[in-house]
């Protein structure tokens, strides 16, 4: 008997699966396309045939998978991922690993997710590249050769990286609330780039909490100084909730550097709060510009800062404190572990301080002896922790005092410069002169 065949099963047969796809051009590596469509293999072909496109740029799938209503899921990613979709091209979204995982997550995790078909594995490790840069001339950027000589003395110490997990771990602690519609500038090497090794932490960072902290822009500056371990040149990326877009608008020669005029301009002009961890070696400078701004910041410098002559100001005209952590790991360009003592500084509040807890503040005849000592100008040394609660004169701590919060529990810095004290003739290593408030 035939079977006879009804309005149900023709809407059933007729009903034609739907999928969302990521995919990429081979010749454009830091972005990728994301979309919906009834019929993979049509899709690829379409984009491979697309009028204009080179023949040896070729598209192939990163991801794909089964849902049950594509246009919603397509939706719920624009929707999720607006600042990573180009401005003019919104089909375009930014691409690095780190980045994609997060698009492959969320999809997975969709509600209206029926399975994956295919997912790209990772590539094998490349070898990070460090390009010496040619260009811009010496002329056009303004320098001597004797400043590029010292610049160069300056690079080893420069060139190691923030972890993503020391950021985190500091930002974590703060108010979410500071970030509310801010713009947020990371000037000092914060690249954005298709490999997530060569990308900052703290622009991928940002990116990832972008809409958790309800950011309203993100600007990341790349420097091109002699070692360009990003191998970008200069560029920067502006990162909206309306999509990114490059800085496309700098002059001839603008290096990326924090002291660049245009990077001066969006610090002094658009920026809200400032964010990276700039070059030790160029931390006075950095300081200085910064600090003038007026803008909020969180930032990694060095642990000794609080007994250098050129920050000790900054301490005491309470324009500067310790954030809530130190960092002491580090990647090199080999992305090698190396070990510098760095601190968070910030110029947000802080709530419950930790490191409080080291400050041991009791009546000075409670000092132990080795702890306390006076030097030939019979100044007053505390060392290890320990401060004097009823000593009204002046006395020398070192740095660790003031990065654990001796400024917030009712004491002063009273002289702008570091204080090396001498005993027995004698230099001793530098301190800070503070006192009772
Ligand atoms: C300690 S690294 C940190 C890099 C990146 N911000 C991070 O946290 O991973 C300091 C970076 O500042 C870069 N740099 C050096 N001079 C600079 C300048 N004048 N302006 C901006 N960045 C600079 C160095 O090339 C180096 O990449």
Redo the contacts with the bound molecule.
């Keep these: 008997m035939v079977k006879k065949v009804t309005d149900t099963d023709k809407s059933t047969e007729n009903k034609e699966k739907q999928y969302i796809y990521i995919v990429q051009a081979s010749l454009e590596p830091s972005s990728c396309k994301i979309g919906k469509t009834n019929d993979l293999e049509r899709r690829l072909k379409e984009y491979n045939n697309m009028t204009g496109k080179s023949k040896s740029n070729i598209y192939t799938y990163l991801f794909t998978c089964e849902v049950k209503d594509m246009a919603q899921v397509e939706n719920a990613i624009k929707d999720k991922f607006s600042i990573l979709r180009e401005e003019t091209n919104k089909e375009i979204y930014f691409y690095n690993k780190a980045l994609f995982a997060g698009y492959v997550k969320f999809i997975k995790s969709h509600e209206l997710f029926i399975k994956e078909l295919f997912v790209k594995e990772p590539d094998v490790k490349q070898v990070v590249k460090i390009v010496k840069k040619t260009t811009p001339s010496l002329k056009e950027r303004g320098l001597t050769r004797y400043d590029i000589m010292q ?1 160069a003395q ?2 080893d ?7 993503y997990e020391d ?1 985190e771990k500091e930002l974590s602690m703060y108010d979410k609330r500071i970030w509310k519609n801010k713009v947020v500038f ?6 954005v780039d298709d490999d997530e090794r060569r990308t ?3 622009a991928l960072y940002f990116l990832q909490h972008f809409e958790e902290f309800e950011l309203k822009k993100l600007i990341c ?3 091109s ?1 002699p ?4 191998n970008q040149g200069a560029r920067g990326y502006i990162f909206t909730k309306t999509g990114f877009k490059e800085l496309k608008t700098y002059p001839k020669g603008y ?6 005029p245009i ?1 001066l301009k969006i610090l002094n002009e658009e920026t809200d709060i400032v964010c ?7 931390a006075i ?2 300081w200085k510009i910064l600090i003038d701004s007026g803008k909020k910041f969180i930032i ?1 410098s060095n642990e000794s800062n609080a007994v250098t002559t050129a920050f000790i100001p900054y301490f005491k005209n309470n324009k500067v404190w310790t954030g809530y952590n130190s960092v002491y790991s ?2 090199n360009p080999k992305k090698e572990l190396v070990r ?1 003592a ?1 601190r968070w500084y910030t110029n947000i509040k802080i709530k419950n301080r930790e490191t409080y807890k080291r400050l041991k503040i009791m009546p000075l005849r409670e000092i132990p002896d080795k702890y306390k000592k006076y030097d030939d100008s019979k100044i007053l040394l505390v060392d290890g922790g320990y401060i004097p609660s009823d000593y009204n004169k002046i006395f020398a701590v070192s740095s660790n005092p003031i990065l654990n919060g001796l400024l917030e529990k009712g004491y002063k810095i009273v002289q702008d410069k570091k204080y090396n004290p001498h005993i027995n003739g004698k230099e001793k290593f530098a301190r800070v002169l503070v006192q009772k408030a």
């Design positions: 610049k300056n690079v110490n420069d060139e190691f990286y923030t972890r950021i990371c000037n000092c090497d914060d690249a900052s932490a703290f500056t790349h420097y100084g070692v360009d371990l990003f290096t990326g550097s924090f002291d660049d990077s990276t961890n700039p070059p030790f070696s160029r400078d950095y990694i580090y990647l510098a760095g």
